[in-house]
């Protein structure tokens, strides 16, 4: 039987998401893991694929599909997978969109662009960060976590309900990016403390393994802030 083939990097949180719902529903996979670091995704190979030569995609008997969303309701639909990740339920259905559409403006964009110009930028060219782009940067993505908080987590455990979703997984992932750059977004956010702790039990061991990177790479950026320290005192 032919196998999905799966390209990704951990580094990219739509990457590992898809990784850790993959591997918690069982749908088989050939991993396929390119180094966005080391350009790996830029060989003209992967551009015959995917010509935006971004991760994370997958090749599935013929079809291939490049955004992470499309690739998830794909393979909730066309995979055994149990009905509460997303619900046939129409009204349950459109929940779990409207949170899949609402993060990629808010959730996705303002924990990204921070992580990238504090940490990933200033590692991949050796240049200091804007301090006064970061500091509103910080502002914005405050605000969102905020939303998380006070709003989607209000008065239920899930942000579409009683049961997980993949919109929890989604969520999860993109808000623990800023930990690489030392920010940590569960300080003094209760409800997404208890939220966040839920969503990484319900995904143990795959969530664990895919967000080894972060640690990994928070370490390095501790590194790097530490040394450009020194040499500017």
């Known amino acids: 039987m032919v196998k999905l083939k799966f390209y990704y990097d951990f580094l990219s949180q739509p990457s590992r998401t898809l990784y850790i719902f993959m591997k918690k529903t069982e749908i088989p996979f050939e991993p396929k ?44 639909r066309t995979y055994n997978v149990a009905d509460h990740w997303y619900p046939q339920d129409i009204k349950k259905q459109a929940l779990v969109d409207q949170y899949l ?7 996705r964009a303002h924990c990204t662009e921070y992580f990238r110009h504090k940490a990933l930028w200033p590692l991949k060219t050796g240049q200091a960060a804007n301090v006064e782009n970061v500091e509103k940067l910080e502002k ?26 993949i919109s929890d997984l989604v969520a999860a992932c993109e808000v623990e990016q800023p930990r690489i750059a030392g920010f940590d977004p569960l300080v003094d956010r209760p409800k997404l403390t208890k939220w966040i702790t839920k969503v990484q039990s319900k995904f143990s061991p795959f969530y664990k393994e895919a967000h080894q990177i972060i640690e990994q790479t928070a370490d390095e950026y501790k590194y790097y802030a530490s040394e450009l320290s020194k040499k500017n005192s």
């Not at 559409?101 to 959730?107: G, M, P, V, Y």
């Not at 914005?140 to 979703?165: H, R, V």
Request: net charge negative; hydrophobic share 40%; charged share 25%.
């Open 140 to 165: 914005k993505m405050i605000e969102n976590l905020n939303l998380l908080e006070n709003i989607w987590l209000k008065d239920k455990p899930f942000l579409c309900g009683d049961e997980i979703t």
């Open 101 to 107: 559409e609402w993060q990629h403006h808010n959730t």
């Open 33 to 76: 893991p390119l180094n966005l670091r080391q350009g790996q995704h830029l060989t003209e190979n992967i551009e015959s694929l995917n010509p935006f030569k971004k991760v994370p995609f997958i090749e599935d008997k013929g079809t291939v599909l490049i955004e992470s969303v499309a690739i998830l309701r794909y393979l909730c």
